[in-house]
């Protein structure tokens, strides 16, 4: 058989491939894909850790923040971009945190 025959069948091999125009969807939906839990409210003890690390919040630090997102707790890494106390919120790379969300902050040593 001849390497022009091969090419031959591999194209026509490829005609009966499965066509996957969604390309990248379903590990996308995968990755957006988180299990639906209630928001917990802190113990008095647990509130004056938060308040603490909310306390000692700078700009430009870098920082892992465990929050809720609305539907469950969503861990973030990133470098504070603001920080409001007026608005009670702060900003990881573009995306703001209400205080009152914030389940735990941990600065990053360098």
């Given at each position: 058989m001849s390497s022009r025959d091969t090419g031959r069948?591999?194209?026509?091999?490829?005609?009966?491939?499965?066509?996957?125009?969604?390309?990248?969807?379903?590990d996308l939906v995968r990755r957006r894909e988180h299990v639906c839990e209630p928001r917990r409210d802190p113990g008095e003890e647990d509130a004056a850790r938060i308040s603490a690390e909310l306390a000692s919040l700078k700009r430009g630090q870098l920082v892992r923040v465990t929050h809720y997102d609305g539907t469950a707790y969503a861990e973030r890494t990133g470098v504070v971009s603001s920080v409001e106390p007026e608005f009670r919120a702060f900003s990881i790379a573009r995306e703001r945190i209400s205080f009152d969300d914030v389940w735990s902050i941990v600065p990053i040593s360098s």
């Open positions: 069948r591999a194209e026509r091999a490829a005609q009966f491939m499965p066509f996957a125009a969604l390309t990248g969807y379903y």
